[in-house]
Protein backbone atom coordinates (compact mmCIF):
# COMPACT_ATOMS: atom_id res chain seq x y z
CA UNK A 1 0.00 0.00 0.00
CA UNK A 2 1.32 3.31 -0.75
CA UNK A 3 0.26 5.46 2.38
CA UNK A 4 1.84 8.44 3.95
CA UNK A 5 3.05 7.54 7.48
CA UNK A 6 0.88 10.46 8.48
CA UNK A 7 -2.74 9.15 6.98
CA UNK A 8 -1.77 5.45 9.46
CA UNK A 9 -0.72 7.44 12.42
CA UNK A 10 -4.32 9.52 12.04
CA UNK A 11 -6.41 6.25 11.19
CA UNK A 12 -5.10 4.58 13.45
CA UNK A 13 -5.79 7.39 16.56
CA UNK A 14 -9.16 7.35 15.02
CA UNK A 15 -9.50 3.98 15.29
CA UNK A 16 -7.97 3.70 18.71
CA UNK A 17 -9.89 6.62 19.92
CA UNK A 18 -13.60 5.14 19.04
CA UNK A 19 -12.72 1.53 21.09
CA UNK A 20 -11.14 -0.75 18.34
CA UNK A 21 -7.73 -0.26 18.61
CA UNK A 22 -5.09 -1.20 21.56
CA UNK A 23 -1.99 0.32 20.94
CA UNK A 24 1.31 -1.00 23.17
CA UNK A 25 4.80 0.37 22.84
CA UNK A 26 7.09 -2.40 21.80
CA UNK A 27 9.42 -3.32 24.54
CA UNK A 28 12.24 -4.57 22.36
CA UNK A 29 12.32 -1.34 20.39
CA UNK A 30 10.78 1.70 21.88
CA UNK A 31 10.03 3.27 18.23
CA UNK A 32 7.53 0.60 17.57
CA UNK A 33 3.99 0.54 18.19
CA UNK A 34 2.18 -3.14 18.77
CA UNK A 35 -1.31 -2.45 17.20
CA UNK A 36 -3.94 -5.41 18.75
CA UNK A 37 -7.87 -5.72 17.36
CA UNK A 38 -10.20 -5.11 20.42
CA UNK A 39 -12.95 -7.60 21.29
CA UNK A 40 -15.20 -4.64 19.72
CA UNK A 41 -13.23 -4.93 16.89
CA UNK A 42 -13.67 -8.59 16.62
CA UNK A 43 -17.24 -8.10 17.08
CA UNK A 44 -18.11 -5.37 14.44
CA UNK A 45 -15.85 -7.86 12.09
CA UNK A 46 -17.82 -10.64 12.88
CA UNK A 47 -21.00 -8.99 11.88
CA UNK A 48 -20.10 -7.63 8.76
CA UNK A 49 -18.96 -10.94 7.98
CA UNK A 50 -22.01 -12.15 8.35
CA UNK A 51 -23.45 -9.12 6.62
CA UNK A 52 -21.12 -10.13 4.00
CA UNK A 53 -22.14 -13.71 3.73
CA UNK A 54 -25.86 -13.06 3.87
CA UNK A 55 -25.91 -10.45 0.32
CA UNK A 56 -23.66 -12.93 -1.35
CA UNK A 57 -26.33 -15.68 -0.95
CA UNK A 58 -28.93 -13.40 -1.91
CA UNK A 59 -26.80 -12.37 -5.17
CA UNK A 60 -26.14 -15.68 -6.14
CA UNK A 61 -29.45 -17.02 -4.94
CA UNK A 62 -30.84 -18.41 -8.11
CA UNK A 63 -27.73 -18.49 -10.03
CA UNK A 64 -26.25 -22.41 -10.91
CA UNK A 65 -23.01 -23.65 -10.16
CA UNK A 66 -21.74 -22.78 -13.86
CA UNK A 67 -22.84 -19.32 -13.84
CA UNK A 68 -20.97 -18.64 -10.19
CA UNK A 69 -18.03 -19.93 -11.51
CA UNK A 70 -18.36 -18.07 -14.93
CA UNK A 71 -19.16 -14.92 -12.67
CA UNK A 72 -15.97 -15.77 -10.67
CA UNK A 73 -13.73 -16.42 -13.96
CA UNK A 74 -14.94 -12.78 -15.37
CA UNK A 75 -14.83 -10.91 -12.57
CA UNK A 76 -11.27 -11.98 -11.84
CA UNK A 77 -10.20 -11.21 -15.22
CA UNK A 78 -11.71 -7.85 -14.84
CA UNK A 79 -9.91 -7.61 -11.58
CA UNK A 80 -6.34 -8.52 -13.01
CA UNK A 81 -7.07 -5.56 -16.07
CA UNK A 82 -6.99 -3.17 -13.51
CA UNK A 83 -3.16 -4.00 -11.96
Known amino acids: MNVAHP ?3 GIVSRLEKNGFLKCYVDEADK ?3 IVCLTEK ?3 VGEQMNAEIEMNEKKLL ?3 SDDDINSLRRILKTIYNNLE
Open 61 to 63: NNL
Open 7 to 9: TVV
Open 31 to 33: RNK
Open 41 to 43: AID
